[in-house]
């Protein structure tokens, strides 16, 4: 009762954070993208900044679970390649930070995730023309570009996102890779909403569930982490945040079990839908709230 009085929320709206903490740790086991709703819920509840204090720990938490879930899975080369840029991202999310109100950081990372939804949706379908039209021509060939970023269900990360390597390792991969990173880092640290950027350019690389799962497990443990000492030096966590965290964190564990249950019976088809689909809900609600 004292938690709910500091913050002033009623039982309805602790049930609301209770409902979007259960979604981040399914989030981190199943569908990313689902992690924009439990954003969208936090700031409609909570003031938008505070909100980004309170989510971060319940993030890390679910991170914590999902990579001892999925750490078998994680394409480490695709890794390396972001971080710098995501380091950049961070830095210009914090600066945005300090000089944006809460209504323009919602409405610009709503519009961000819009268009990086659209793009990868565009990418895929061009990238399906040309296979469609090899099955016509009566080629056969493999699996192509998507495989589980390891080499053969359970060898850890020896094989990446394409079976050539070339979403990491050209010049055009390259930059793919820096731009998503850099928008990456900055929705990350402006909202925790650099999920859906994320969850867009591995589907684009072509990982399928498992290497989409570690690498992504492992790539938000890192970041979100980096992130305190920025969050903290801005005054989004403190003694009141955590206090909220404490009573919000037993609800991230069973959803992260939830979702490691529900994974396994997700075909790549659904999966990647449930992606596209929950990143369109969490920014339309961004730009809406």
């Known amino acids: 009762m004292n938690m709910m009085t500091l913050w002033h929320i009623s039982g309805w709206e602790f049930a609301a954070l209770a409902l979007a903490a259960l979604l981040v740790g399914f989030s981190k086991t199943a569908v990313s993208g689902a992690n924009t709703v439990s954003l969208a819920v936090f700031a409609a509840v909570l003031p938008a900044r505070a909100s980004t204090g309170v989510l971060l720990p319940l993030l890390i938490a679910g991170d914590i679970l999902a990579v001892l879930t999925y750490r078998r899975h994680a394409h480490w080369p695709t890794l390396w390649r972001l971080f710098p840029a995501v380091g950049v991202g961070v830095v210009a999310g914090t600066l945005f930070l300090v000089r944006a109100g809460d209504g323009i950081v919602r409405t610009s990372i709503g519009a961000i995730l819009l268009l990086m939804t659209a793009i990868t949706l565009w990418r895929r379908r061009a990238a399906a023309r040309p296979e469609t039209e090899g099955a016509a021509d009566g080629e056969t060939g493999t699996d192509g570009p998507e495989v589980d970023g390891s080499a053969a269900d359970g060898e850890a990360g020896t094989r990446g ?99 490691k249950w529900a994974v396994n019976r997700i075909n790549q088809q659904l999966f990647d839908r449930l992606v596209v689909a929950a990143t369109v809900v969490g920014a339309v609600e961004l730009l809406l709230s």
């Open 161 to 259: 996102p394409e079976a050539n390597g070339s979403a990491v390792t050209t010049r055009a991969g390259r930059t793919t890779a820096g731009a998503y990173g850099v928008l990456g880092g900055f929705t990350t640290m402006v909202a925790n909403a650099g999920g859906p950027v994320m969850s867009m350019y591995l589907l684009s690389a072509g990982f399928r569930k498992l290497g989409f799962l570690g690498t992504s497990a492992f790539f938000f443990l890192i970041v979100n982490v980096s992130k305190v000492p920025f969050s903290a030096a801005l005054g989004l966590i403190d003694g009141r945040s955590l206090l909220l965290d404490a009573a919000l964190l037993v609800f991230v564990v069973p959803g992260a079990f939830i979702g």
